[in-house]
């Protein structure tokens, strides 16, 4: 991507600066493909080209640096546009995925929209900003922590430690401590790794036995499916609606 993103900035005579997903994948935030759109901020109109897009928009000097020797927004910037740009759900997987990747300032980004009161897109960014968890692993995760807040249960913690004594054995993707619910999402490496899968069903039965109850969804289930069987076990955990 690195390359792709050059050609770009070059391509705009050296003046734009790159944002959006390139921006993040530039961090290191992970779940960037090698051929997503770059997107600049350019002072001067240029030509459609496909996978570029170009911004004419504010950016001030403070909201700049270099990254792999390219001219990059900061990580609070590059928060501010996949924000306002991206849909809910995606852009909240990605700005988790940029938060876990290297902490940014949620206060930065309020700021920001504080600096730019009439660009597009300032209400998703107030509406997404409070979902942003760095804890999520992957976007399906990011995914299935907003069904369940979206459903009206209460918010679930990511990376939640199951404690044998003092001894952490299983870190759980999603969870409701206070209830000992956990919720996992199992993906392809429980059909292609033999070994993972019989250390992972090991690893339940020892969660089990330290008196949690967990929720292992899949990519076939059906989102009312998951919201059922996550209600139910709170409920029978003491939680109260």
């Given amino acids: 991507m690195w390359d792709r993103a050059k050609a770009a900035w070059l391509a705009t005579g050296r003046q734009a600066v790159i944002t959006g997903v390139a921006a993040s994948g530039l961090y290191g935030a992970n779940w960037v493909d090698a051929d997503t759109t770059i997107e600049l ?3 001067r109109h240029a030509r459609p080209q496909p996978g570029l897009v170009v911004r004419q928009e504010s950016l001030a000097s403070d909201e700049i640096t270099t990254v792999a020797g390219l001219p990059v927004v900061v990580r609070a910037r590059a928060a501010f ?39 597009r897109g300032l209400r998703q ?5 409070p979902l942003v968890d760095g804890g999520a692993a992957s976007p399906r995760e990011t995914r299935l922590r907003l069904l369940y807040i979206d459903a009206g249960l209460p918010r679930p913690a990511t990376q939640v430690p ?25 993906g392809d490496v429980h059909r292609t790794d033999r070994r993972a899968y019989v250390k992972d069903l090991r690893l339940r039965a020892t969660v ?29 955990r003491g939680w109260k609606p």
């Avoid at 960014?125 to 900003?129: D, E, F, S």
């Avoid at 054995?169 to 999402?185: A, H, I, N, Q």
């Avoid at 036995?209 to 967990?214: C, D």
């Fill in 81 to 119: 546009d996949l924000a306002r740009h991206l849909g809910r759900s995606e852009a909240t997987a990605r700005l988790d995925a940029l938060m876990r990747n290297g902490v940014f300032s949620v206060e930065d980004v309020h700021v920001l929209a504080k600096r730019y009161p009439r660009v």
């Fill in 41 to 43: 901020i350019s002072p």
């Fill in 162 to 186: 199951v404690f044998d004594g003092w001894r952490v054995v299983r870190l759980l993707d999603l969870g409701w401590e206070g209830f000992r619910v956990g919720s996992e999402y199992d």
């Fill in 125 to 129: 960014v107030a509406g997404v900003l």
């Fill in 208 to 236: 089990e036995n330290l008196g949690w109850t967990v929720d292992h969804v899949i990519k076939e289930d059906r989102d009312a499916e998951i919201i059922e069987r996550a209600t139910r076990m709170l409920l029978s």
